[in-house]
């Protein structure tokens, strides 16, 4: 099993980096491009959450995106030392409602849950791990 892993500050400038790290990932695996976009934006929004959510003191913090994968799935681990929170438990958006209607938020886990085949969280040693795996 390949891997490479990066440790990213909880800024807003980072995102950037993250896009890039996904990017040459995909390229190892030579991914078409439609499912390097999706990929780009599930890690980016579980990135975001991290950078604007899990540290509402906004002390700047290291995390770190791990990703492994072999010939089957691509999997990414996102860990971060901030607030505990388990994005899976998070309810599915309501879609039938109109966009003025809906309350703001919830819908970057909802593409993550969409783009990803399986998500699941633990909370370990201190730290959240957010696991997201793609099949190939």
């Known amino acids: 099993m ?4 990066i440790i990213f500050k909880n800024r ?3 995102v950037e980096r993250i ?4 990017e040459g990932v995909s390229e190892e695996l030579d991914l078409q491009p439609a499912v390097v976009g999706s990929l780009q934006l599930a890690i980016e929004e579980a990135v975001v959450n991290v ?11 290291d995390s770190s995106l791990m990703a492994k994968w072999d010939d089957t799935s691509l999997t990414f681990i ?3 030392s901030g607030v505990p929170f388990d994005p899976t438990r998070a309810a599915d958006p ?3 409602l109109g966009l ?17 085949n399986e998500v699941s969280y633990e909370y370990i040693n201190s730290c959240n ?5 793609k099949n190939l």
């Not at 390949?2 to 892993?5: F, Y």
């Not at 896009?19 to 996904?22: E, K, L, S, Y």
């Not at 703001?104 to 993550?112: P, V």
């Open 129 to 133: 791990v957010l696991t997201m795996i």
């Open 51 to 61: 950078i604007n959510y899990a540290y509402p003191d906004r002390t700047e913090c």
């Open 78 to 80: 996102l860990s971060d």
């Open 12 to 14: 807003i400038e980072e």
């Open 94 to 96: 309501d879609l039938s």
């Open 2 to 5: 390949n891997q490479r892993t």
């Open 19 to 22: 896009a890039a790290f996904v």
């Open 100 to 116: 003025e209607e809906r309350p703001i938020g919830g819908l970057g886990i909802f593409l993550i849950k969409k783009i990803m």
